[in-house]
Each structure stands twice: as C-alpha cells, then as structure tokens.
C-alpha cells in the first residue's frame, strides 16, 4: 500500500511517498482502506517535536490519528462489524500505533464507531479526536440543560464540535473569539459570539450572565488563557481544559471552589485503558450527528495523500478555517 513516511523529526521533517506491506488483521482489530484522514495539532507536534514527546512513535513513523473509511477484514473476536461498514475513528499514529497517512490501517475496534449516514467520509474524518475531546471535557464538567456554558476558541478544532455538543445538551452557549470569520462562524453554530479582543472578561461576564458567571467554561485555549476561565466562572462553577501544560496561580480556583477537568484523549490509546470508552463516544457523536445537531467545519482548502506535508503546513499557519483533512484515496 502507498503511505506517507517521516524518517526524521525537526522543523525540517518531511513526508516520504512510499509503498510498504498492507498490514494484515488481528484479533480484536479490523482492517479499514481509509477514505480520508484529518490533521490535529498533536500530529504537527509530533512531526516538529519527535522524541520530545513521550507519546512519538519510533522512526520511520506513519503519522495521522483521525480517519474514516470502509472495513475490508475483520479480525478474530470482533462483534458488531461486517466487510463493507463505512466507520471512524482515532486509532493510530502515536506510541507502538501505525497511523492514518496510508492506504490502510489495522484498527482497534474499540477505537472505532460507525460513521453517521448524514456526514461524507471527509467530515466524518474530522471528527474523532476532537469529539471525543469535546465530549469527554463536557460530560465530565457534568453539563446540564440550562446551563450558561462559555466555549473559548470556538471557532477552532475542539471548541467548534464543543459548543455544537453544549447546545445538543440543552446550554446556553456563548463563545470567544477573535476576529469577523471566527466570531461569524460561532454565531452560525448557534452561539452568542464574544469578541475577546474587544470585551474583557469581568465585561463579558457582566453582560451575559449578571456577573454571576458561567456555570461551565470549556477552555479549548488553555495556558495563560486558564486565568481567565477561572475569572469567568461561576462560584463552584466547572472548568474543563484541552491544554494545562503550564505553571499557574491557582488561587483564583481556590476562592471561588472551581472544580478543573484535565482532559487528555490520548490516553486510552497510548496506554491500552478504557479503550471502549472512545467507542462509546464515537456512537454517541454519530447519533447527534444523525439527529443533525453536529456537523464538522473543514477548511476549504482540499489535500491528496501526497500532499500531507503541505496539510499540516496548512493548519500549522493558523489560517485554515475548519479542520483540514488528507483525501486518502
């Protein structure tokens, strides 16, 4: 089968077309030709960083997590699945894990779902690591109807399935961004838009909820950004984050008894615990997107296989809109 391989990490790395063994099924596993693939952020990481992250895989490596496509094997075991099923999921890329950027990948069935009838295998691809972020950060931030939920980076990977999620649970939505396009789309995804170069937080805070605050904040930014979560949530509010890589006064939490959720995906994956629990959100996320209530935004920018260098340099220039997917065949 044809893949993309990286045989050197660095800012300099570049993807190799090459044809390697088409891998066989295993138990408790099935194989899937990949329609297409999508690019995370993590994958750029990994790519740039290397073995700079404990979760890069040995070289050469096969890079790219996310994919949907159609099962041609399936392996000893595996209940629920025929050849032919139109499937996604998060399965590769990272550790001892094959990834994304080839003809075929052999994927854990647990890491998988099937695909929603209602989204093209390209949006479908965009799903699976940022719905199961969404929806891990905001089930376990205990997200209620009628809720006031603030969304930062709406416009972004995560925070755009995030605040469609938020909606479907019955919350009220609002969301920062921080130009016209970005607060456009947070608008047409059915939530208030909050310009934060303009608004500061105790404004915005005061404006939408009474200075009472939100009862969730979703923080898809994280960092220095986590201040100001902290700032805008309410008195026991919830406060769940995509990126606490960072050293942090947590005094602000304290006084106001915030309760903060780390969510971390990768973590099934990398260490082989609670696998199904990615399969479980994957079927969830199809149901809402059957129902009509979640629909991926790609960029409108299109990319071969053989393009997958200029994909991520694309998501790396921060001017894609949406998330941007690889076409695999």
Same mark, same amino acid.
């Given at each position: 089968m044809k893949a993309m391989l990286v045989r050197t990490y660095g800012d300099d790395a570049v993807f190799e077309a090459v044809e390697v063994e088409t891998p066989e099924v295993k138990a408790g596993h099935v194989l899937v030709k990949i329609a297409a693939s999508s690019v995370n952020t993590v994958d750029t990481m990994i790519r740039r960083m290397g073995k700079e992250l404990p979760l890069s895989p040995e070289l050469p490596a096969i890079l790219g997590m996310d994919f949907a496509g159609t099962i041609e094997a399936v392996g000893e075991g595996v209940e629920g699945y025929s050849v032919g099923d139109e499937v996604y999921g998060c399965a590769g890329g990272l550790a001892d894990l094959p990834g994304t950027l080839a003809e075929y990948i052999v994927a854990d069935a647990n890491l998988i779902a099937p695909k929603a009838g209602t989204l093209s295998m390209r949006e479908a691809a965009a799903l699976p690591l940022v719905g199961i972020t969404a929806?891990?950060?905001?089930?376990?931030?205990?997200?209620?109807?009628?809720?006031?939920?603030?969304?930062?980076?709406?416009?972004?990977?995560?925070?755009?399935?995030?605040?469609?999620?938020?909606?479907?649970?019955?919350?009220?939505?609002?969301? !920062?961004?921080?130009? @016209?396009? #970005?607060?456009?789309?947070? $608008?047409?995804? %059915? *939530?208030?838009?909050?310009?934060?170069?303009?608004?500061?937080?105790?404004?915005?805070?005061?404006?939408?909820?009474?200075?009472?605050?939100?009862?969730?904040?979703?923080?898809?930014?994280?960092?220095?950004?986590?201040?100001?979560?902290?700032?805008?949530?309410?008195?026991?509010?919830?406060?769940?984050?995509?990126?606490?890589?960072?050293?942090?006064?947590?005094?602000?939490?304290?006084?106001?008894?915030?309760?903060?959720?780390?969510?971390?995906?990768?973590?099934?994956?990398?260490?082989?615990?609670?696998?199904?629990?990615?399969?479980?959100?994957?079927?969830?996320?199809?149901?809402?997107?059957?129902?009509?209530?979640? !629909?991926?935004?790609? @960029?409108? #920018?299109?990319?071969?296989? $053989?393009?997958? %260098? *200029?994909?991520?340099?694309?998501?790396?220039?921060?001017?894609?809109?949406?998330?941007?997917?690889?076409?695999?065949?």
């Open positions: 929806y891990e950060g905001l089930t376990r931030a205990g997200i209620r109807e009628g809720q006031k939920v603030l969304v930062h980076g709406g416009s972004g990977g995560v925070g755009h399935v995030a605040l469609q999620l938020a909606r479907h649970f019955g919350a009220e939505v609002y969301s !920062t961004g921080g130009g @016209d396009k #970005q607060l456009a789309l947070i $608008e047409r995804l %059915g *939530a208030t838009p909050i310009n934060y170069k303009t608004e500061s937080v105790d404004e915005y805070v005061a404006e939408h909820t009474g200075g009472a605050g939100f009862d969730v904040v979703f923080d898809s930014v994280g960092g220095a950004n986590l201040t100001n979560s902290f700032q805008a949530a309410a008195l026991n509010g919830q406060v769940a984050t995509t990126v606490s890589m960072c050293e942090l006064d947590l005094t602000p939490a304290h006084f106001k008894g915030l309760s903060l959720h780390v969510v971390f995906m990768l973590i099934p994956m990398l260490h082989g615990v609670g696998r199904e629990e990615h399969a479980k959100a994957l079927r969830y996320l199809t149901e809402v997107a059957e129902a009509g209530e979640l !629909t991926p935004v790609l @960029d409108e #920018q299109r990319f071969t296989l $053989e393009e997958a %260098g *200029a994909a991520h340099a694309r998501l790396e220039s921060g001017k894609a809109m949406g998330k941007v997917v690889v076409e695999n065949s």
